[in-house]
């Protein structure tokens, strides 16, 4: 069954840098969108950066452009968030979600709006803390 895993969240100084992986199984990652999305207690869920499935166009919230790159490793089968000069507004969980039909076409309104039918499988999430 599909299943996503997400691992390499952790206390980070400001100005640092992370890298958190999704690890897929299940499922070919490759022929599926995978998104980023992070959430803060008592705050709503956001879409942080999503990759369509191959050839795997990008795109990125306006908080984290520059900063952040979504990133596949197909012999791995995960789909990994570099994360540089963290701030302590991207303190949050972090999951990724996957779609259920491949090569469904993946567009920014999607990754930013409507992606909650878009995304029925998600990881456990993993926590990013950015703090002195």
Excluded at 32 to 45: C, D, L, N, S, Y
Aim: glycine share 10%; hydrophobic share 35%.
């Amino acid at each position: 069954q599909v299943q996503l895993v997400e691992s390499g969240g952790g206390l980070v100084e400001p100005g640092g840098s992370l890298t958190l992986s999704c690890a897929a199984s299940g499922f070919n990652a490759d022929y599926h969108a995978i998104g980023w999305f992070r959430q803060v207690p008592g705050k709503e869920r956001e879409a942080v950066s999503c990759i369509s499935s191959t050839p795997g166009t990008t795109v990125y919230a306006d908080s984290v452009k520059g900063r952040f790159t979504i990133s596949r490793d197909s012999a791995k089968n995960t789909i990994d968030l570099q994360m540089n000069s963290l701030k302590p507004e991207d303190t949050a969980v972090y999951y990724c979600a996957t779609d259920s039909t491949p090569f469904a076409p993946l567009s920014p309104s999607i990754c930013f709006g409507d992606y909650v039918e878009f995304f029925p499988y998600w990881g456990q999430g993993t926590r990013v803390t950015v703090s002195s």
